[in-house]
């Protein structure tokens, strides 16, 4: 069962809220993580022994680092992070299998990133003791947010479900939104992209360049809608229980270059990577920052999976950061870095930027980039098939949500409380223009959320 579903949504959802809300305060939690392992036994069991497996080892070298001298505390910090990375190389995508046994444990990426973050809490002294072992496994494997992120941190999120608050009634509506506007950009808009992107790419003979670069910015459009569905459903229901998830997007195809666009896109892993590798290692103060960026781009790299594109793909993000970075040193070396400041420009730069990031991202989707770039020639067939017309009106209109999606209106609509007769009238709009979507646009049970196989 997938709580992402629709019957999942209508029904199972609502029971656990109602569960939820009947339980002593002090004992919710125990609901939402019985309901967290259900759901991932669901969905594959051996995932639920090693998800609980991977918090047990760190909760108990989290408890040992804390009652351990300074060079027992690291032995126990190193046995806890190497078990951990090991699991998750095991089961990368891509990964070869181990005796016979291929390893996909679903959400270890993501709760594996969030026990690492908890260990080296503990061993910075962010960290002053352990949670309760049930909350600390629940903050590894709550339901919302195991199968695809944000990555959270569990000192922030383990008081928030100990305290067991239900949200007051102003934000239920808030994150039922949120949970529309989510379904909505999945469902509508990704699943509808990926289909006509994937029946294109699948036609045999030759592919001109102008059907290359349609699916390269279709995609991009659509894993920005796919990833942006699910953040805002698992942000809406953990909501629901009152437990607060941070943003994982902030606008990302308004940045002018890779520094702004990692500061927007998949925040809570950026976040991860600066507070737990970069800083400490240096950060921008290092004279080894160059090999820094590399080395933090490639783990970003694996961490996605074990294949040459991703691989590529974090190199070319890497060296277009350092591009950026050594520019913008150049510029403020001579004083020019304002002569490029007007409204013109700076959206000039978007544009530019958003058609390298739609490079990468097909750099990222295409497995064998030999076989796909073999099958490009100037002289190919401009307009191959109807597919690629579905595709390219769709990917119209997709471009049109796009810009109203980072103009910030659905957020805006989202989060105010419409009080006035004119505030009102735009939430309804919205609202039933969602719901007419989803009955109307959508291509007939959703596909798997992209970022499911990281």
Known sequence: MNMFGAQSMLVWLPVTILIYTLLPQRHRYFSLLFVSIVNLSLLDFDSVIAAISVSVVTYACANAMLRSSHHNKIVWLGIGIIITILLMLFSRDGSESLLGVQFRWIGLSYYGLMNIGFLLDINSGKSKNTPLPSTYILSSIFFPYILAGPVCNIRELTPQFERGAFPPNSTIWIQLK????????????????????????SEQGDMSVVVLATVAIGYSVEIYFDFLGYTEIARGVAGLFGIDIPP??????????TRDFWKRWHMSLTNWFRQYLYIPLGGYGTIFFPLLILFIFTISAIWHGLRLNYLIWGLMHAGSYLLFHYYHRFQQSNHT????????????????????????WLVFRTEDLQILFNNVTLDGELLPNNDYYSLFWVLVVSLILLVIDHSGTPERIIITRAQTNKLIAQELVFVDLLILSLFILATGGHGDFLYFKF
């Open 248 to 257: 994982n997007f902030n606008k990302p195809y308004l940045a002018t270059n």
């Open 178 to 201: 949120r949970i529309l506007y989510g379904a909505f950009c999945k469902i509508v808009v990704a699943d509808n992209l990926g289909k006509y992107i994937t029946s294109t790419l």
């Open 337 to 360: 870095s304002g002569s490029a400041s007007n409204i013109v420009s700076i959206n000039v730069r978007r544009i530019l930027f958003f058609l390298w990031l739609s490079a990468t």
